[in-house]
Antibody
């Protein structure tokens, strides 16, 4: 069974840093494209990063230069290091996997909530 | 959003509804890779249609995806109370980034 479990969400002040984790199981982590998708309260979905299996990473313009994705293929875990957090980064953060380039997000975690507020 | 969806649609049990997803032209979207996600309140999105018309094995055959030009559509037939949810379309741009529509709230009357 495919599982993705996010953790690390918290209440943080503007300008602060936070690291999210996505622990996975039930599939070959190193062979998949891993995404971080966020959803602000009552709003739509936004893909903030895609981690390609060749090591490349795509970032949305809204987080470029502030967020960094890394993956630990030996422990099947995806990370999102977030720095210089802004109020507008407040959202539920989901990790999701795609089995191929330009593929659908076939499996999602339950999400972890990040609240940026003074 | 690079993809435009109606804010809401509604239908009675047993009816058929359609949700559209149209490219705004702000970015070049590859409509061969349109996916649709169902999101019930308080839960993570769930894939219901991918590559425009393909359906995961666990998804009901009442869900049908199609496209025409720069518009993709999700149809749900035999509407059930359990179908009430938000529905998001997504696809990839020609440069490989993933974009979503703004979402459509489906109400089953």
């Amino acid at each position: 069974e495919v599982k993705l479990v996010e953790s690390g969400g918290d209440l943080i002040r503007p300008g602060g840093s936070l690291r999210l984790s996505c622990a996975t199981s039930g599939f070959t982590f190193s062979s998949n494209y891993m995404n971080w998708v966020r959803q602000a309260p009552g709003k739509g979905l936004e893909c903030v990063s895609v981690s390609y299996r060749d090591g490349n990473v795509f970032y949305s313009d809204s987080v470029k230069g502030r967020f960094t994705v890394s993956r630990d293929n030996s422990n099947n875990t995806l990370f999102l290091q977030m720095t210089n957090l802004r109020v507008e980064d407040t959202a539920m953060y989901y990790c999701a996997k795609a089995g191929r380039r330009s593929g659908p997000l076939s499996n999602w975690g339950q999400g972890t909530l990040v609240t940026v507020s003074s | 959003s690079a993809l435009t969806q109606p804010i809401s649609v509604s239908g009675s049990p047993g009816q058929r509804i359609t949700i559209s997803c149209t490219g705004t032209g702000s970015v070049d979207v590859d409509y061969n890779y349109v996916s649709w996600y169902q999101q019930r309140p308080g839960t993570a999105p769930k894939l219901v249609i991918y590559d425009g018309f393909k359906r995961p094995s666990t998804v009901s055959s009442r869900f049908f995806g199609s496209k025409s030009g720069n518009t993709a559509s999700l149809a749900i037939s035999g509407l059930q109370a359990d179908d009430e949810a938000d529905y998001f379309c997504s696809s990839y741009t020609l440069t490989g980034s993933l974009v979503f529509g703004g979402g459509t709230k489906l109400t089953v009357l």
